[in-house]
């Protein structure tokens, strides 16, 4: 086995939903939806209609910032609506299916014959390329660029979060593929990182990557905490990552010629009745998985359930059924907590035994493996950073997270990059922005400092 690395900072939330090992295959969702806002720095260009047929893989829009970019169907059928915001601002572009899961086709030809631009070309047309994720920024990967690496991560520490080993068990063939494709897009290593348990299932078979092994608390599975002990970005640096079932996705597009966006989602969260989880298409619209699977509301009671595509660190509200309510293309996890609408009374100075803390703040913390059922509710409001040393207790990288996001506050950009942006993307601060006493909005604040990088370095 390779060399362990092994993290000591961090934070594991326990909470209440976790999904079991039971696997139910959902029917066709009514719709499909492709968000614009679901990419990083995506301006979209329709390229159908209202009316139009389509097929998996036919392009629906192209980015206007990188044209060759296709955005395609998952499934076919006909695009049903196209939704606008402000300023006729694209919201989403939905397909209703037609059942007949009919894709466009494209070539193959064995996988080692495969050069690079052949493989670019098929991504692109395909609709995958999305799929190529670039740090610094965790914008769309650039098309005319050569990544030092690519890492993709086979571990997910984020709260209730899927098994990842159990979301491809039967996609070893198709993953295989996936990563000798992926060899094609760089002349470095294609990492895997896997934890310390994985002792099984397809994951500990895979001979096609580095293989890490890496143990601790959560964010162990965040791709940017492992860059950050593997091969660190620097200014200049170029790096991209690819989720697990993407890689499947791209195995089974080359080796069969067919666009096939079916992954496995959990569904997860204390109030979901029976937590499991359901294979559906890539963009499904939420409420699919939801409906008939939340607990049901006692009367009189104002209880409110917060509906997330992804983990409840880094998530994006939905709102079933709304035009914006559908799967996130890059999300294996919806999750349904309660919402935080009920007040305490001097709450603050109870011993609250059954209420999480991440110090010892409440006598909770003498129970370790006790599961919580958090809500929403931040308990306070923004205020003034407190001058402490706690986010550095759950970032195992070498930057120091208050200075950075004060940086950003400032719009210094000079601080910004010798502070370590180009190493972090929102995911990796929002530990931080859960135990801040200041409740201070740390991956909004990030994101806008993001954008200023981009907007200054192009």
Request: net charge neutral; charged share 25%; hydrophobic share 40%.
């Amino acid at each position: 086995m390779s060399k362990v690395i092994k993290l000591r900072k961090g934070l594991d939330i326990n909470l209440v939903g976790a999904a079991e090992r039971v696997l139910t295959k959902g029917g066709d969702a009514p719709g499909y939806a492709l968000v614009p806002s679901h990419y990083r720095g995506v301006t979209p260009k329709l390229l159908v209609k209202v009316g139009d047929k389509v097929k998996a893989g036919s392009p629906l829009f192209f980015s206007k910032e990188h044209p060759e970019v296709l955005f395609t169907a998952p499934v076919s059928g006909e695009v049903s609506a196209i939704n606008r915001g402000e300023k006729r601002k694209i919201l989403s572009i939905v397909v209703r299916p037609d059942g007949e899961r009919q894709s466009e086709q494209f070539d193959t030809c064995p996988i080692g014959d495969l050069t690079r631009e052949r493989v670019r070309e098929t991504l692109l047309r395909a609709g995958f390329w999305p799929m190529l994720v670039q740090r610094p920024f965790g914008v769309i990967a650039d098309t005319a660029a050569t990544p030092k690496a690519i890492f993709i991560s086979g571990l997910d520490t984020a709260p209730l979060a899927p098994e990842l080993n159990f979301l491809v068990q039967d996609q070893g063939e198709h993953l295989i593929a996936g990563l000798e494709v992926l060899k094609k897009l760089t002349d470095g290593k294609v990492h895997l990182t896997v934890g310390t348990d994985t002792t099984a299932g397809v994951l500990s078979r895979i001979k096609q990557a580095e293989i890490h092994h890496i143990e601790g608390p959560h964010p162990a599975g965040n791709v940017g905490v492992q860059i950050a002990h593997i091969d660190p970005i620097n200014k200049g640096d170029l790096v991209w990552t690819v989720e697990l079932q993407h890689v499947a996705m791209i195995g089974r597009l080359f080796m069969t010629g067919t666009v096939d966006m079916t992954k496995i989602v959990a569904l997860t969260g204390s109030e979901v009745v029976k937590p499991r989880y359901f294979k559906v298409i890539s963009g499904a619209l939420i409420s699919s998985i939801t409906d008939g699977n939340l607990r049901p509301q006692d009367a009189g009671e104002e209880r409110g359930v917060r509906i997330i595509s992804g983990n409840p660190l880094t998530g994006i509200k939905v709102v079933p059924d709304d035009i914006e309510g559908y799967l996130g293309f890059y999300h294996n996890q919806v999750t349904v907590i309660p919402e935080g609408n009920k007040y305490e009374f001097l709450g603050w100075a109870m011993p609250r035994i059954s209420k999480f803390s991440a110090s010892h703040s409440y006598f909770s913390w003498m129970f370790p493996k006790k599961r919580y059922n958090l809500d929403t509710n931040l308990n306070g409001g923004p205020r003034a950073f407190v001058q402490t040393g706690i986010y550095d207790r759950v970032l195992p990288m070498n930057i120091y997270p208050l200075y950075l996001i004060k940086a950003v506050m400032a719009g210094d950009i000079d601080k910004m990059e010798n502070l370590g942006i180009y190493e972090v993307l929102e995911e990796d601060l929002a530990l931080c922005e859960f135990i801040d006493p200041s409740k201070n909005e740390w991956q909004a604040t990030l994101s806008r400092g993001i954008e200023l990088m981009i907007k200054e370095l192009n």
